[in-house]
């Protein structure tokens, strides 16, 4: 599902002319990684780049990709090399947040890949792991309306000048509740709540969080996830922010600046373009 979706974005077949054009707009420049990668001997690159890389017993890259594979989702080759480096950020502050009080939240889940690969992340340290304490949020309608912080440029249809559009429009990426209830069989005590950001947020228990990840995309669910959480956050509690470096979703970066400029949070920048806050004590 989510792969048709970059199919369609990043796949269509282009006048050779427009090659041509000097690649400055985000779609052009994924477009090309994708087909770059697409043609690229994938599976040899990932095992001299992963092949050592590990959570408990477990290889990342595979790792990953059976989470991908065990919730029904798909890895795309534009995606192939930042998601077992991702996976490996993600599982490494999960793993972190054990040793931590407090309950831990995923906003934005899609068919539940994450979820289950910081559930099984933490399975390798806790046997009985059963997801406890985890909750998972997300609408399972796709994500909410695009705001203006979330438009890129892209070519105008005459292939000159610059249109402002959303990189996905609102309902794309919807995944059905059932689908993750299924991926998630394995760990009985996640809880998940159906509903729109911030309005579900009024379904969480009130308490102290020790870890949250945010993947929504967009500005407006990524600042209500921000202003609902980080006041909440225990002392050396984690954020981490999937979409800080993302091209196609400019929005969710300017949530996260905008909130740690206004509350001088001191945050880093992965090279994957994941963002990360510890809440230092105050
Ligand atoms: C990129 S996907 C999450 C991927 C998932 N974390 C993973 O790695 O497998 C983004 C998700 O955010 C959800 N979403 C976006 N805006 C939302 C909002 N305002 N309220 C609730 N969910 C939203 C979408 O439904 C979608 O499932």
């Keep these: 599902m989510l792969f048709n979706l970059f199919k369609s974005m990043f796949g269509a077949t282009r006048d050779p002319a427009a090659d041509r054009v000097e690649h400055e707009f985000p779609v052009e420049r994924l477009r090309t990684v994708l087909k770059a990668h697409a043609k690229a001997p994938r599976a040899q690159h990932l095992d001299i780049l992963f092949s050592e890389m590990r959570i408990g017993p477990h290889a990342i890259a595979e790792f990953a990709e059976q989470c991908v594979r065990d919730s029904s989702a798909q890895t795309p080759p534009l995606k192939a090399f930042h998601r077992p480096l991702a996976s490996y950020f993600l599982a490494r502050y999960y793993l972190y947040s054990l040793a931590l009080d407090g309950a831990r939240a995923e906003c934005g889940v899609f068919a539940g890949t994450s979820a289950l ?3 099984r992340a933490a399975a390798t340290r806790l046997p009985q792991y059963d997801g406890s304490g985890l909750h998972l949020i997300d609408s399972f309608a796709g994500i909410s309306a ?6 890129i440029a892209v070519r105008g249809n005459d292939g000159q000048g610059v249109v402002m559009k ?5 309902g794309a990426l919807a995944s059905p509740l059932e689908l993750v209830k299924r991926t998630m069989r394995e760990y009985a005590g996640v809880a998940i709540h159906a509903g729109w950001i911030p309005a579900v947020f009024a379904d969480l228990p009130e308490t102290r969080w020790c870890f949250v990840h945010l993947d929504v995309d967009l500005f407006e669910p990524t600042l209500a996830s921000l202003e609902y959480f980080y006041p909440r956050l225990v002392p050396g509690g984690v954020m981490i922010c999937d979409d800080y470096g993302a091209p196609m979703f400019p929005g969710a970066h300017r949530a996260w600046n905008q909130f740690c400029a206004q509350h001088e949070v001191p945050f880093i920048v992965l090279d994957t373009g994941q963002s990360v806050i510890l809440k230092v004590p105050a």
């Design 166 to 170: 959303p990189g996905f429009e609102g």
């Design 117 to 119: 690969l910081m559930c």
């Design 146 to 151: 695009p705001q203006d912080e979330d438009l």
